[in-house]
């Protein structure tokens, strides 16, 4: 049995299942650190970022009311609005002789804490009795955590929802923020430092018309409304009708009242809002997530990446087609595949008419190619935060 964690024995082998192709693909990016790299998606980041709605509070403000209640909390280094909490671990799991198999989705959250519910669980053993004490595992074979099962699971179990074990001890652990008051007052929303980087290199002038093309869950949507004080047209779109009901919900939460909600195939808002009518547009398609940590399970092969690829080319068509002439786009992903970042950014300019910009923080690796002065990539082994790409490009 694989127990992930970095002092005990990382098989990336069985975590991560990529074609040769696909390898072949990352090591144009990662050379001989192929492997750190791949090692690095299994762990989590160090610090577990989050940050404070600004038009609702001063973040030193909820500093100080988070470390009064007791929280290890920080501000970033470099963005006043971004706070983080410390991840511990790994922790050592004791191994017990009764367990749960969860689906990826419930392993990569119990692995962090959370306690496990119905919907997850793929196999209950026979062993498994209220109070006893097991281990969650994923399907492939990782001991995500200790556990004790819940009074009811048995019910919960026939009913599909409800608490099936509480978490006693996890790989990894950070205090969960969603029960806390500041969520519930919409003063904080948590993202990662590098999706953060989006609405910091757009740059959005207040009173200016912003369009972000894949909006849901609406992580990059509110920042920028926050970053441009809340005054300007900010239009969100999405095409998946629940995942735009959560957006606005979270927009309520926040109390973003005035960024607009468009449920649509981004690629058909030339013809929804007009062609050569927005100032700045924001193009964080789906990806192959690649870099999105920690992973305990995915499978992908090369054909999956050059169909993202191809689909992600035909929202920056719609993007050059939306904006002013010099208006700017921001094109990002949280993958580290060359198809999905500078290919594309290379059609763009090849082919549609950009020109790409240094807008950079000083603080990042730089981007491959001929854009390695402008466009940017975090890297997990790197800077310990989700892989991510990021570059900022202006319409001729
Ligand atoms: N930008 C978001 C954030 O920071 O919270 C995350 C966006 S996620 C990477 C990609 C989103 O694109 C998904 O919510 C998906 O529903 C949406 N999407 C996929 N195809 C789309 C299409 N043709 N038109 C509009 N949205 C689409």
Same mark, same amino acid.
């Given at each position: 049995m694989t127990v992930l964690g970095l002092d005990i024995h990382v098989d990336v082998g069985r975590v991560l299942l990529y074609d040769n192709e696909l390898l072949d693909e990352l090591r144009r990016v990662y050379g001989h650190s192929l492997h750190v790299l791949l090692t690095a998606l299994t762990a989590p980041p160090r610090r577990y970022y989050f940050r404070v709605n600004v038009l609702r509070r001063e973040p030193g403000v909820v500093l100080d009311e988070m470390r009064a209640e007791g929280y290890r909390v920080y501000m970033d280094e470099h963005w006043g609005e971004a706070l983080w909490l410390p991840v511990v671990g790994p922790q050592r799991i004791q191994l017990h002789d009764c367990m749960i198999v969860v689906d990826k989705r419930a392993a990569e959250s119990v692995m962090m804490g959370a306690n496990l519910y119905a919907p997850g669980v793929v196999k209950v053993e026979n062993c498994v009795a209220p109070g006893r004490e097991v281990n969650i595992v994923s399907e492939n074979g990782v001991v995500v955590a200790e556990a004790v099962a819940a009074e009811g699971f048995q019910e919960a179990l026939r009913r599909g929802r409800g608490l099936i074990a509480r978490t006693v001890r996890p790989l990894y652990s950070v205090p969960s923020l969603r029960e806390t008051r500041w969520h519930r007052e919409g003063v904080i929303y948590e993202q990662s430092v590098s999706s953060m980087t989006v609405g910091r290199v757009l740059g959005a002038e207040p009173g200016s018309v912003v369009v972000d093309m894949c909006a849901a869950p609406g992580g990059k949507t509110g920042h920028i409304y926050e970053l441009m004080g809340g005054r300007g047209r900010v239009i969100a779109v999405d095409h998946s009708r629940s995942k735009t009901r959560r957006l606005r919900e979270e927009m309520e939460r926040l109390g973003h009242r005035g960024v607009e909600i468009i449920l649509a195939d981004a690629r058909r808002l030339p013809e929804i809002l007009g062609e050569g009518v927005v100032d700045y547009v924001v193009l964080d398609p789906p990806c192959s997530s690649i870099g999105v940590i920690p992973k305990i399970y995915d499978k992908k092969s090369i054909e999956d990446i050059e169909k993202l690829a191809r689909y992600q080319r035909s929202f920056l068509r719609a993007a050059a087609r939306l904006l002013k002439p010099g208006g700017v786009l921001v094109y990002s992903t949280c993958t580290v595949t060359v198809s999905e970042n500078e290919a594309n950014i290379e059609y763009a300019v090849k082919r549609l008419g950009f020109t790409v910009e240094d807008?950079?923080? &000083? &603080?990042w690796s730089r981007g491959l190619g001929g854009y390695g002065a402008a466009a940017q990539r975090v890297h997990p082994h790197v800077h310990g935060s989700t892989g991510y790409f990021v570059a900022r490009l202006r319409r001729r």
């Open positions: 807008a950079w923080p &000083r &603080r």
